[in-house]
């Protein structure tokens, strides 16, 4: 409409009169850094997103303004201040020094909001060149740690896998049967006319045989392309959304769930039923789905009710406590076996929020507040090492 092609016109004048603006800040990097800190970080990225040209002309001096930030953050974490008195030091780290790197321990929330502004690669810690000071059994115990790297500043980030590798949400195709999809892709295979007797001899053995050989090739093909589409590649920026978390543990008639805020925990509720037999070690549930087991002891019929209560009291703890959950943008579960029924199944409070689980891939004991804080700890603490010959530059 012409109202539309005005309003462009509009912007385009804009836009021209904006650049001896950009090409006196692209010459001069001094006072685009000045502005850059006069703005921030969040106001800076806004300046990129002025234009295409605004972008490719200040995006440098945008990374290496950061870059320079992330270094002076470090650099407080690590080295007394000479104006301070002796004890004053108070907000210093502990940190691991190693002949290339020194490396700090600390809560993925306390890093700084620009942390997420640098582009960090995901790097392979088979890879030759990975930095063999990473090896050790503090960074690489459980394989549950993810290897990033800023290649500006040559600063490593260290993170539990849980809390932003989507790979890890829980399928829900692999519970259910999926009947309908396997149908949808069988009837494609059917209709198509590659598999079809122009190209096969249906009468001939070794013809038959040669489009089964195909067949399973084109399901193998689909199969990848499915899963490469549903594949999202782990990210550092995806930390900026994990303002609550949510932590679940269900597992041998102990059930705890915990919901937290950076450091503060603002609820948790847990329940305990006697569902295993102690002697034996099996839990009742799974006894029963045995073939041709029958038994009817008082032990066992207690059990049996005690499966009941636990689930109908998961389920009341769950609804109660709904409106919290939904403010929760990722919730981490440990529920072997059958206990991921409770949350994830069709009856459940929780099935609503089936796309935000995610297993949480750290080792757990029994279900309580105590594993919950200890486990909540350990996910959410990074590593972040710095190279001692930038370091060193940069004093």
Known sequence: ???????????????????????????????????????????????????????????????????????????????????????????????????????????????????????????????????????????????????????????????????????????????????????????????????????????????????????????????????ADKLVIPKVEFLSDLNQITLIMCHGGNFAIGTFQKEKCIFHKSDHKYVVRKKAGQRQLNRDSNAGSNIQSMGSTIRRENEKKHQINIDSILTEHLGSLQATKLILLHAPGVNKFFFLDKGSPTHILKDRFRSLFIQTKKANYTELEKAYKALTKVYIACPIEKEKLDL
């Open 1 to 227: 409409t012409q109202s539309t092609w005005g309003s462009i016109r509009q912007k385009q004048k804009e836009m021209e009169s904006a650049l001896p603006f950009l090409r006196f800040l692209a010459n001069n990097e001094s006072t685009t850094i000045k502005l850059f800190e006069m703005l921030g970080s969040t106001d800076s990225i806004n300046v990129l997103l002025l234009s295409k040209s605004f972008h490719q002309n200040l995006k440098p001096i945008f990374t290496n303004f950061i870059v320079h930030k992330l270094r002076h953050w470090f650099f407080r974490k690590t080295i007394p201040s000479p104006n301070k008195k002796k004890g004053n030091n108070k907000n210093l780290s502990k940190f691991l020094e190693t002949d290339n790197f020194r490396i700090i321990k600390t809560p993925f929330f306390t890093l700084p909001n620009f942390t997420t502004n640098l582009e960090w690669e995901l790097v392979d810690s088979k890879a030759k060149d990975f930095p063999s000071e990473f090896l050790i059994e503090k960074f690489t115990k459980e394989n549950n740690t993810l290897f990033f790297k800023n290649l500006q500043s040559g600063f490593y980030l260290m993170i539990n896998r849980s809390l932003i590798d989507p790979r890890l949400n829980l399928d829900l195709t692999k519970m259910d049967d999926n009947e309908e999809e396997e149908k949808e892709v069988y009837s494609d295979l059917y209709h198509d006319d590659k598999f079809g007797p122009k190209n096969f001899d249906f009468t001939d053995l070794g013809s038959l045989l040669a489009r089964q050989r195909e067949i399973h090739k084109a399901l193998k093909e689909k199969s990848a392309k499915l899963d």
